[in-house]
Structures are given as structure tokens and as C-alpha cells.
Nanobody, 122 residues
Framework: QLQASGGGLVQAGGSLRLSCAAS????????MGWFRQAPGKERVFVAA????????YYADPVKGRFTISRDNAKNTVTLQMNSLKPEDTAVYYC?????????????????WGRGTLVTVSS
């Protein structure tokens, strides 16, 4: 089970930190990803991290502004979002992918958490 938190309302240029807590004893065997879905749009890839945290991947729109990290001891994955823009407004979802290796494709993720809403005002 995945539980995302940390969303909220922030002004453009501000920061938010999203967290995703996972239950279960095999968290470290999963790659973790963040996706987002803006109103009226499809869900898209944001960032992913492999099982150990040694490899991270980002969508082009968030490179240099967002940072994904994980703490396997605490079963958590975090998305630090800086320099937020109004176009970052979306519901953000965390997801887990078995096998430990990252993917940008949402269909390859096995478990999904409830989303958390991020609203960036201009």
C-alpha cells in the first residue's frame, strides 16, 4: 500500500516536498516513480528512482527543479519540487514497480497510491 502526502497550494517559484510511504517488507525491491495528471490531461511520468537509489530519471519539464530520493530503511520516497510553475499543477501519484528497475511507462508499475493535489498559483 502506498500513501502520498505533502500536496498543497503554493505560489509560483515556491517549493513543496511530496512523500510517499509504503507498507510491506519488500519496499527495497521496488523501483518507485512519481506521475502527475493535470486537469483534463493524461497522466504523465515525472520522476523515478531505482531500488537502491543509485539511478534517477526525470521528465524534461522537471529536470533541474525536482529531485526524487528514497529511504529504504523508512520505506519512503520523496519528491522535492523547487521553482514550481503553474503548469506543475496536477494530482501527483506515487507508484511502485517490481523488479527494481525504473520505467517511464505507467502501465509497467504494479502499485499505485492515492494522489495528492499540488496547485501552483501565478
Amino acid at each position: 500500500q502506498l500513501q502520498a502526502s505533502g500536496g498543497g497550494l503554493v505560489q509560483a517559484g515556491g517549493s513543496l516536498r511530496l512523500s510517499c510511504a509504503a507498507s510491506g517488507r519488500t519496499f527495497s525491491s521496488y523501483a518507485m516513480g512519481w506521475f502527475r495528471q493535470a486537469p483534463g490531461k493524461e497522466r504523465v511520468f515525472v520522476a523515478a528512482i531505482n531500488w537502491s537509489g543509485s539511478s534517477t530519471y526525470y521528465a524534461d519539464p522537471v529536470k533541474g527543479r525536482f529531485t526524487i530520493s528514497r529511504d529504504n530503511a523508512k520505506n519512503t520516497v520523496t519528491l522535492q519540487m523547487n521553482s514550481l510553475k503553474p503548469e506543475d499543477t496536477a494530482v501527483y501519484y506515487c507508484a511502485a514497480r517490481g523488479g527494481g528497475y525504473v520505467s517511464r511507462s505507467d502501465f509497467s508499475y504494479d502499485f499505485w497510491g492515492r494522489g495528492t493535489l499540488v496547485t501552483v498559483s501565478s
